[in-house]
């Protein structure tokens, strides 16, 4: 889909790691298909996963009880959060599609992406992971809460016990999907009323 | 339990909050008792979440392809962690008992903690958190995988929407229980061929 944005919120240690593959893949293929490609590797960048105080620039609205919900969300609305969490909304705000890539650790997240969404989008909402029994960060959690709406997870399950072969079918696979991406439907989320609404 | 060791691992950034006022009665209660009760608390230390290569002093054992799960195994062995990793590891060692305390965010955990979590006891396992329908943490997860055996869950729901009495009476039902915890039996938890052995 020329000139449509994306981005890529990107966390892994190693380049040269599955991970990096995946992510790798994606940029090329969304790039042959003319979109605008960009990655936020939060690793390299030394992405500051920590909310704390420091990410509101200026006077705090209630100083004598520091609630980082609270201070957040004035910050945002005066823009005085800090300059790097500005920067990721802003890349959000523009994207026609986000892709969080991260390898799964069994059924978790590493707290640099946690911190990221915790910081970017908002603080530690619904962070549960599509486990085994269930997928409530999608249908519930951190990204639909926010207002996304949400495609289907694409889960490449052990990697470091297939064989290389396998590893390449996995990778193969997920370029595959993403030629058609663009119109895939998103999946059935939670109602307004699980949210008190 | 006089002579007891506690660690309570706490994360939250402001002191006068209800989670900080569950950690001083805690703290109140169990000095009482005669146990020496020793406080992570992870915010005021800015306890580093991210697990990078900087955690690993000295040379990698695999420099050409960075694997961290690798790499801070092979340096536990050499006791060539970085030093703040050691000392909260020791903390652990030491411990009769250890707490989390930290705020459950609906059913989250903050990226300060998960941090704490990856880089102190084993990296990203099985990070689901007691949800609406499991108990995931608890049973299959990083504590009992990391040989703790693990007590039932303490949790205040939604003391944001109580009134000061009731945050009074969560805060007292906290303190009542500590007074018999030595007496507690663990939960029962996942049984070994849930890990593959």
Request: glycine share 8%.
């Given at each position: 889909m020329a000139g449509k944005k994306v981005l890529i919120v990107y966390a892994h240690q190693?380049?040269?790691s599955f991970n990096g593959s995946l992510k790798d893949v994606a940029v090329a293929e969304l790039s042959r298909q003319g979109c605008t490609v960009t990655v936020s590797d939060l690793y390299a960048m030394d992405f500051e996963p920590r909310a704390t105080?420091?990410?509101?620039?200026?006077?705090?609205?209630?100083p004598e009880f520091f609630s980082y919900g609270v201070e957040a969300y004035e910050a945002w609305k005066k823009r005085s959060l800090t300059s790097d969490i500005i920067a990721e909304q802003k890349k959000v705000q523009e994207a026609d599609l986000v892709m969080f890539q991260f390898p799964?650790?069994?059924?978790s997240v590493p707290a640099v992406l946690k911190g990221w969404m915790d910081r970017?989008?908002?603080?530690?909402?619904?962070?549960?992971?599509?486990g085994f029994y269930d997928d409530g960060l999608l249908k519930h959690g951190t990204l639909h809460f926010c207002g996304f709406k949400v495609l289907a997870p694409h889960i490449s399950f052990a990697p470091e016990y297939a064989s290389e072969e396998e590893r390449k079918g996995m990778v193969a696979s997920w370029a595959q999907r993403l030629k058609t991406i663009w119109n895939e439907e998103p999946i059935p989320c939670s109602p307004p009323w699980y949210f008190g609404q």
């Open positions: 190693e380049p040269r105080r420091k990410d509101i620039t200026g006077a705090l609205s209630r799964l650790y069994w059924f970017v989008l908002c603080q530690g909402f619904a962070f549960d992971i599509p």
